[in-house]
């Protein structure tokens, strides 16, 4: 029998997706799940790195697995299961963390973002602000000591002396925060890739389908990977990234960015966004952003991109005929585009209506998924374990 290639691919329960995660990655792994032995984890260890509050995290697992599996993934030709329902994923990440270098995880782009801090204040005092600063300070003591009662002089060095004052307070209130910001950091945050790691190298992974902000995560574990084989013996394959073929879906109040949950819910449209919402934010959509000679805007650009994914061929056509000969309106554009959405959104929506009435069913196909990933995730930790003589 010829093996397929081993597909993994993880997911963190953010409680709802947006039409930018369907098209980038959803519909990939549709596809894939036809093809190769696909495994897709809610990694919901990976999503308890942030804040967050404990109460909601089981609804927000379940709210994941309704959007999978509503969305076309199968669990009879798919493994779909929660990571933390499978401990030898964090008993590998155990393990590899004392082969991955902190220096490595420390250069990863995601933990750098993450720890950045924006300064709120500028550094505008320069020296003479200091000295002034200083000196208005001695003249005032000098003053007192003296009991000279001549202010006139005083008051205009205490004006320019406090500003400088306040912008001090200013800096020392940034750098508290920032030091607060450096001591809540959590280890989690930093060792984070290594988990994905186990994720990964768990299944003995070839091709790990993800948008292209993963990709560097993956590169670490290939690097781990090489490190752990070379030290304790070929023990793991080394996977590959695969990145999504489809184009970034950009925000619809802001085009030139990428369409995120974390900008705002004017930004995206969710999977399950009733259809009065969704022909509200399209309506809204910016079209008219910058440039005039000739070339599309962001925006309208955005719009074609979705109708192409969405639209009829015919409509598509007129569309793209009524941009190239100027008659185009863009509230026609929306209002077609807004129909071809809601259109395509009902099935998946009455779908994962309906699974949502049976969460005793969408349980078991995660447990019973967590059943066929957990052998499989034993074979390779004791087969690690062995190696590293444990
Ligand atoms: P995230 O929710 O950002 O972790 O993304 C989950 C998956 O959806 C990743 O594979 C991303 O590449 C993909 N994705 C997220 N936002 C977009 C977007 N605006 N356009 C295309 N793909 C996206
Ligand atoms: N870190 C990934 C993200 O935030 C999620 C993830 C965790 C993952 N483990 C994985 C993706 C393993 C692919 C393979 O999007």
Redesign the pocket.
Known sequence: MASKLKIF?G??P?GM??I??Y????KQWLILQETSDCIFCVVDYHAITVKYEPEEMQQRIFNAALDYLAAGLDPKKSIIFVQSHVPEHSELAWLLNTVTPVGELRRMTQWKDKISYEPKFEISINDSDFRHLKNTWKVINENILNGSNDISNITNRISRATKTAEKLLDLVEGMLEFDAKLNTIKAGLLNYPILMAADILLYKTHIV??????QQHVELTRTIARKFNSQFGETFIVPKAQL?Q??????LADPTK????SLGPKH?LALTDTPGTIREKISRAVTDVGSEGGEMSPGVKNLFVLLKEFGAPAEIKKFESAYADKTIRYSELKEALADAIVKKLNPFQNKRADLAKEPKKVWKILNDGAKKARPIAQKTLAEVKKKMGL
């Open positions: 691919s997911i963190q953010t997706l947006h930018g995660n098209l980038g990655a959803i389908p993800v948008g292209e902000d993963q999504s489809a184009q970034r879906i950009m925000s990428k369409m995120s949950k995206y």
